[in-house]
């Protein structure tokens, strides 16, 4: 009963307290918009007009259908077109193009005649990710191009002739197999998609760690945690106290930031917004812990910072959020199976895109509460030592 | 529960030792507080003051030794000590950004003072604050003086039976300081037990007792008048126009134990047993023999003069 009076007291001094200092609103308010800013349209991995330099040594109207098939889907864009080697050499150094593509003559001929001929790709490779895409779409379309040609090249002869495109390093796809790529869940393959419900997972986890271990170790240096501490205030209900506040906001800004994603940036929600709750709530108990178990180590601000930026980098990078975790080294993705952050997101993504639900998604359920549960436990045993 | 009625004792402490590493800060203290007394910890910065008051409070855990406050034992009855007890800490330790009310709401929110009870010692506490005018400003706009009369009042809400004060005081001008004290003699008039620390000199003076504390030892314990009467040399107050040329020689002299300027005088104490030849130590340190007048000595030469004889030298 005066437990419960404790509790309250205490969440609405820190409730207080967070919305009177215009620092901490800054971060509480600022830092989702500019997340969903930066990952709904500044993080591009999409391929959409990128820039290619065309080096035509045919000049034909065969080339030139080959240059259009390329851009007419809108994802490359003619950035400069020369003969010279020098020109497309310079465009590449630059950065005017991200992709070189050059046809050599007779080019037309070859195709004709149904000759097997063979154009140059080259591409950027210093933005792997684009440069992979782009080089990926490309192919692609080039053969598509190859086949269609060479189909109408042997249906206006009459008579079979073996027309096929191939490039260096390309020559797997046989001119019989007609490939249609159709990608689920995300049709149009854009990352903003893929980033927006992402968004969620680090705003939730950033919140929870950065303002339970602010909210603790400020208070030790300002020497108002010993005025709580002689006080009938026992340890939990100090935890509480100081994690509940923090656990309403970050749901707050979970709810902000999946609604912002809906409406301003169309990003789909398929599944049940229920499973989203459940997940979130579970995950911001790992977060919390992370935050309790950081301010047992730090008795400055600053050094509670420095150890949210040990935390916080390898979470990121480990989690699947900006780079896929399949495709890590072994060692690397087991490592990543630790990682709360990985659980969550694949529970937001797989919720948001593909509709899942409990059934699907049990075990990153199951993991994700094993690790908030074991985070909180020793959270609180760290906690309650710290404090005596 | 097995809370002892000791009839008078609210703070008992035996053998309480505490270190950190290889240092000890504080070292074999015993002592006893009686119940409405206030209780003084004069020593210099570093002396254990700190140390040992958190122990008491339960924020910091006893090396060895034991002690009891309010009749529970320290450390292991704690969590009921802390219901009884009322701490301020040398910082100022309430939020400087909620406003009067606010800290005074939250305080009493701890300690389990609601409703009508609430609302009289809100009042209580800030009439006694002078804070009635300003409950809804912001308490880090206050003065100092305000600030600590607030803390107090925020650690007597519950109307602890016992009250530890950390150096209360420091950073505040001599006249709220004056105000602060006539606070706590009300308060332990009323039956409160205080256990103050200080290094102010004239806040030990208003002590019922006062213990001496210097490295972690407690040197000395009694009233300041007892303290002061038990000193065994005698301080002699030198008036000449050289002072500042004559100290140093007196400070050489053997018979002279010490020698140090006062303002203008130079304050001498001579050993004890050698009062006699005070005008002969005068003449041979080339000043007049009537120069010197016997004075009371402060609760400072007191102190040094304690741990001379404990044969130490002073922290800080």
Redesign the interface.
């Known amino acids: 009963m005066?437990g419960r009076?404790?509790i309250?007291?205490?969440v609405?001094?820190e409730l207080?307290?967070i919305f009177?200092?215009p620092r901490t609103k800054r971060i509480i308010f600022a830092s989702p918009v500019i997340q969903l800013l930066a990952f709904g349209y500044a993080v591009n991995t999409d391929v959409r007009g990128t820039a290619t330099f065309v080096q035509d040594h045919d000049r034909t109207a065969e080339s030139r259908s080959l240059v259009e098939s390329l851009t007419a889907a809108g994802y490359f864009r003619v950035a400069g077109a020369s003969t010279r080697d020098r020109d497309l050499t310079e465009a590449l150094d630059h950065g005017r193009a991200v992709i070189g593509l050059v046809i050599p003559a007779g080019f037309a001929r070859d195709v004709q005649s149904g000759r097997p001929t063979s154009v140059q790709l080259l591409v950027d490779g210093t933005n792997s990710n684009t440069g992979t895409v782009a080089q990926g779409y490309a192919s692609r379309t080039i053969a598509q191009w190859g086949v269609a040609r060479g189909r109408e090249v042997r249906a206006a002869a009459g008579a079979p002739v073996g027309a096929s495109l191939t490039m260096p390093g390309d020559a797997s796809l046989p001119g019989g197999v007609d490939l249609r790529v159709r990608a689920w869940f995300n049709p149009d393959l854009v990352s903003r998609v893929y980033n927006v419900p992402a968004v969620i997972g680090l705003i939730v986890l950033l919140m929870s760690m950065l303002l339970t271990s602010l909210g603790v170790v400020r208070e030790r240096e300002?020497?108002?945690l010993?005025?709580?501490?002689?006080?009938?205030?026992?340890a939990g209900e100090l935890m509480l106290g100081k994690t509940l506040p923090v656990a309403g906001i970050a749901m707050a800004q979970l709810t902000l930031v999946t609604v912002v994603g809906l409406l301003w940036f169309q990003v789909p929600f398929r599944g049940d917004p229920v499973v989203l709750l459940a997940a979130a709530g579970v995950f911001i108990l790992a977060g919390l812990s992370m935050g309790l178990i950081i301010s047992t180590i730090s008795s400055t601000q600053q050094e509670a910072f420095l150890g949210m930026f040990l935390v916080v980098f390898p979470v990121i990078i480990l989690s699947g959020f900006l780079y896929p975790v399949d495709t890590m080294p072994y060692l690397f993705e087991r490592l990543s199976l630790a990682n709360p952050l990985r659980h969550f997101l694949e529970i937001v993504r797989a919720v948001f895109l593909k509709g899942a639900g409990f059934t699907d998604l049990w075990v990153q359920f199951a993991t994700l509460t094993g690790m908030a549960a074991a985070g909180l436990l020793y959270a609180t045993r760290r906690f309650a030592r710290s404090m005596? | 529960m097995n809370r002892q009625e000791l009839p008078g004792a609210s703070i008992e402490v035996q053998d309480l030792t505490r270190r950190f590493g290889d240092f000890t800060a504080v070292d074999r203290v015993s002592f006893q507080v009686e119940e409405g007394e206030i209780f003084g910890f004069l020593g210099p910065n570093g002396a254990g003051k700190t140390t040992t008051i958190k122990m008491l409070?339960?924020?910091?855990?006893p090396t060895s030794g034991h002690g009891r406050v309010a009749g529970f034992r320290v450390?292991e009855e704690?969590?009921l000590i802390?219901?009884r007890?009322g701490?301020m800490?040398q910082?100022?330790?309430?939020?400087?950004?909620?406003t009067v009310d606010?800290n005074i709401?939250?305080?009493g929110?701890?300690?389990?003072v609601?409703g009508d009870r609430f609302d009289e010692r809100r009042a209580w506490t800030l009439s006694m604050a002078r804070l009635s005018d300003a409950a809804d400003r912001p308490t880090g706009e206050l003065p100092l003086g305000f600030k600590q009369r607030l803390a107090l009042g925020c650690?007597m809400l519950h109307e602890p039976e016992v009250l530890f004060l950390d150096e209360p005081t420091s950073g505040v001008d001599p006249r709220a300081r004056r105000r602060f004290w006539d606070l706590i003699h009300k308060l332990a008039e009323a039956g409160t037990t205080i256990l103050v620390s200080t290094h102010y000199m004239e806040e030990a003076e208003s002590c019922d007792r006062i213990a001496l504390l210097n490295r972690g030892r407690l040197i000395a314990i009694d009233t300041p008048r007892n303290l002061r009467q038990a000193m065994p040399e005698t301080i002699y107050r030198v008036r000449t126009p050289h002072a500042v040329a004559a100290v140093g020689r007196l400070a050489r002299d053997p018979a002279v134990v010490d020698a140090a300027l006062f303002g203008r005088d130079i304050h001498a104490v001579i050993e004890p047993g050698a009062e006699s030849e005070v005008g002969e130590v005068l003449r041979r340190n080339g000043l007049p023999a009537e120069a010197a007048s016997p004075i009371s000595p402060s609760l400072e030469d007191v102190f040094v003069s304690c741990v001379r004889r404990a044969g130490g030298a002073v922290v800080g």
């Open positions: 005066s009076i404790r309250s007291r205490l609405r001094k207080r307290q009177r200092d300002m020497g108002t010993d005025q709580l501490l002689v006080s009938p205030l026992s005596v | 409070t339960g924020l910091l855990r450390p704690s969590a802390r219901s007890i701490y800490s910082r100022f330790s309430l939020y400087d950004d909620l606010e709401e939250l305080f929110g701890l300690y389990g609601t650690s």
